[in-house]
């Protein structure tokens, strides 16, 4: 009896021997009573293995196309700039004194007598011009008067003296037109200068404002003990000298 039992026992084991299918899953037996549950796996098994294959696909995709904008791309950048930290200022506050400067700044000076002296001339000529005028309408009024021109005549001094003082006032008014704009360039090039050597003199002080003070302006009182106009003045004139070398 116990003979049987083995037989039947070795019987079984031969039949549940292991299979492993065509997608590599294993099967636990080749009972053709299972083959329902191998045809079940099948489908899950393709949908799962078919889902993984795109997503790892788009990943890798993502992954080159990542590494090919960082290849083309990086060929251009340029290195990131490395910002200095910028230095705390002391919360001080000093001055400069305008009038000062003005008075004593070479710079100015040069400029000023530069632009007073053409403004002299320019004017000068206009008035010139102005006074020629007012003669020739001062002799077309006499010959009008006393009937020397016919009417041809006074029609024709009468356009000529409108004209000339039509050109006489465009003129004026370029040249004063272009006289502003000169100065306003001059006013640009001292105040540029101004700034640049205030830096330059704030290095020592490390102040946090500098204010300009100058007599009837907004600031009422400026304590002495805060001003640096004699530095700033120093390192303008310095400059200035450079330059003109």
């Not at 002391?90 to 710079?107: K, L």
């Not at 001062?138 to 006074?154: H, K, P, T």
């Not at 490390?206 to 390192?235: K, M, R």
């Amino acid at each position: 009896m116990e003979e049987k039992n083995e037989e039947l026992k070795n019987e079984v084991v031969e039949n549940e021997a292991t299979v492993v299918d065509e997608k590599g899953f294993v099967v636990e037996n080749n009972d053709p009573m299972d083959s329902p549950k191998k045809e079940e796996l099948k489908p899950t098994c393709e949908k799962k293995c078919g889902m993984v294959h795109w997503i790892v696909e788009g990943v890798l995709a993502a992954a080159v196309i990542a590494l090919f904008i960082l290849h083309f791309a990086g060929g251009n950048k340029k290195a990131p700039v490395v910002q200095k930290p910028v230095e705390v200022g002391t919360g001080e506050v000093v001055y400069i004194n305008i009038d000062t400067v003005n008075e004593y700044y070479e710079m100015v000076k040069i400029l000023k007598d530069t632009l007073e002296a053409e403004q002299q001339k320019q004017e000068l000529v206009f008035k010139n011009r102005q006074k020629a005028l007012e003669n020739k309408a001062a002799n077309f009024e006499r010959n009008y008067n006393s009937g020397s021109l016919n009417a041809q005549q006074a029609q024709y001094a009468q356009q000529s003296l409108q004209e000339e003082s039509l050109r006489l006032q465009n003129d004026y008014s370029n040249y004063m037109e272009d006289f502003q704009a000169r100065y306003a360039a001059a006013l640009e090039q001292m105040n540029d200068s101004l700034n640049a050597a205030a830096k330059r003199v704030n290095k020592t002080y490390n102040a946090s404002y500098i204010f300009t003070y100058q007599s009837g302006g907004q600031l009422l009182y400026a304590d002495p003990a805060h001003d640096i106009t004699q530095e700033v003045l120093e390192e303008l004139n310095k400059s200035f000298k450079k330059k003109k070398k």
